[in-house]
């Protein structure tokens, strides 16, 4: 019993030198760092994206109560920055923006999708990535589609939760 406790305290100590190499070596406070600050710049072009292309179907609207729970742990700014980013997302008009604004959106998004592949790929040490040809293609398939299976799926899990057997669970 005491080899097996001796052993099992070598293991813990030797899991915690290597995750503090690993954590040192990998500069995972940089990595962390610099994806903020990407995905801080990067959030309403995605928006933006995202809300385009749920204008095309029409469903935007349905999404602005999602986007407030989600900012709710901001306290009582989370409604007045929701109401602000649905703001600007639906002053974007297409025909203004060009050719140019719209790739240049669209750019912005996909890099940033490529940021985290890449962290991610350093981090659990990979050796090369995606081409970019591969990138594009995965990356705006997502975007594009994304967005509208999130909000088929918030749909049907609020008409589920109208069901009457669904209720009658929740009861007992």
Same mark, same amino acid.
């Given at each position: 019993?005491? +080899?097996?406790?001796?052993? #099992? /305290?070598?293991? %813990?100590?030797?899991?915690?030198?290597? !995750?503090?190499?690993? *954590?040192?070596?990998?500069?995972?406070?940089?990595?962390?760092?610099?994806?903020?600050?990407?995905?801080?710049?990067?959030?309403?072009?995605?928006l933006a994206v995202m809300f385009s292309v749920l204008k095309a179907f029409g469903v935007q609207n349905g999404l602005e109560p999602f986007l407030a729970q989600l900012l709710q742990p901001l306290g009582n700014a989370a409604a007045e920055v929701t109401s602000s980013?649905? +703001?600007?997302?639906?002053? #974007? /008009?297409?025909? %203004?923006?060009?050719?140019?604004?719209? !790739?240049?959106?669209? *750019?912005?998004?996909?890099?940033?999708?490529?940021?985290?592949?890449?962290?991610?790929?350093?981090?659990?040490?990979?050796?090369?990535?995606?081409?970019?040809?591969?990138?594009?293609?995965?990356?705006?398939?997502?975007?594009?589609?994304?967005?509208?299976?999130?909000?088929?799926?918030?749909?049907?899990?609020?008409?589920?939760?109208?069901?009457?057997?669904?209720?009658?669970?929740?009861?007992?």
């Amino acid at each position: 019993m005491n +080899k097996l406790l001796t052993k #099992i /305290r070598t293991a %813990i100590y030797q899991a915690t030198v290597v !995750a503090n190499a690993r *954590y040192r070596g990998d500069v995972l406070s940089l990595q962390a760092m610099g994806l903020t600050y990407s995905t801080l710049l990067s959030l309403i072009p995605f928006l933006a994206v995202m809300f385009s292309v749920l204008k095309a179907f029409g469903v935007q609207n349905g999404l602005e109560p999602f986007l407030a729970q989600l900012l709710q742990p901001l306290g009582n700014a989370a409604a007045e920055v929701t109401s602000s980013i649905i +703001k600007f997302v639906e002053n #974007i /008009r297409i025909g %203004i923006l060009g050719g140019a604004g719209m !790739a240049m959106l669209f *750019y912005t998004v996909v890099t940033l999708v490529a940021k985290i592949e890449d962290a991610l790929n350093q981090i659990w040490r990979l050796p090369h990535s995606r081409s970019w040809s591969q990138r594009v293609t995965a990356y705006l398939s997502v975007i594009l589609v994304g967005p509208v299976m999130v909000f088929t799926a918030l749909t049907l899990t609020a008409s589920a939760q109208s069901f009457w057997l669904v209720e009658r669970l929740f009861v007992l």
